[in-house]
T-cell receptor, first 112, second 111 residues
Framework: KNEVEQSPQNLTAQEGEFITINCSYS?????LHWLQQHPGGGIVSLFM???GKKKHGRLIATINIQEKHSSLHITASHPRDSAVYIC??????????????FGKGTKLSVKP | DSGVTQTPKHLITATGQRVTLRCSPR?????VYWYQQSLDQGLQFLIQYYNGEERAKGNILERFSAQQFPDLHSELNLSSLELGDSALYFC??????????FGPGTRLTVL
């Protein structure tokens, strides 16, 4: 069964802390996405990765294909980073690309 | 602003009714995806269209159908609505299998 596991489920941090959210998946993938969902419900795509590392501002995403694991890091966290962070992967099915399978999300709350 | 628009923003209806949700993709994006997000199931893929043709189907009920029109906008039709269909419905668009851009969502409440 193709699964996406995220940890932790909930995370509370103090402003300025370094934050890591983890995502593990079960089989080979063609791409992994990190999404941010704001309290109002809107979803923003943060990164799409198939290998290595990407950085955008205070956000860094890494993926280890051999270990089937990705991490999303937030440096110098701020209350405005409070949101649900969702990992989604696209698995390979018989050589062709499958659809996005989503993790259950990590709810981050950053306190001032 | 992702460039993807969805209407309506909110929809309240009764069980047994039929509704249509509309999505306009970003300019130049040929792929449109529909997702359902409920409290207990999280985000789930429903269906994908590419340039007017159905490309992939996920956990979409037979009571639900979708289409993509020549101008690339898409509609998701939900019929014989049940209480359990209450959810947020998102549309996303992309160029092929690249990064997806999400619309603001339609919050459906079935009473």
């Amino acid at each position: 069964k193709n699964e996406v596991e995220q940890s932790p489920q909930n995370l509370t941090a103090q402003e300025g802390e370094f934050i890591t959210i983890n995502c593990s998946y079960s089989v080979g993938i063609s791409a992994l996405h990190w999404l941010q969902q704001h309290p109002g419900g809107g979803i923003v795509s943060l990164f799409m990765l198939s290998s290595g590392k990407k950085k955008h501002g205070r956000l860094i995403a890494t993926i280890n294909i051999q270990e089937k694991h990705s991490s999303l890091h937030i440096t110098a966290s701020h209350p405005r980073d409070s949101a649900v962070y969702i990992c989604a992967v696209r698995f390979f099915y018989g050589g062709s690309q499958g659809n996005l399978i989503f993790g259950k999300g990590t709810k981050l709350s950053v306190k001032p | 602003d992702s460039g993807v628009t969805q209407t309506p923003k909110h929809l309240i209806t009764a069980t047994g009714q039929r509704v249509t949700l509309r999505c306009s993709p970003r300019s130049g994006d040929l792929s449109v995806y529909w997702y359902q997000q409920s409290l207990d199931q999280g985000l789930q893929f429903l269906i994908q269209y590419y340039n007017g043709e159905e490309r992939a189907k996920g956990n979409i009920l037979e009571r639900f159908s979708a289409q993509q029109f020549p101008d690339l906008h898409s509609e998701l039709n939900l019929s014989s609505l049940e209480l359990g269909d209450s959810a947020l419905y998102f549309c996303a668009s992309s160029v092929e299998y690249n990064e997806q851009f999400f619309g603001p969502g339609t919050r459906l409440t079935v009473l």
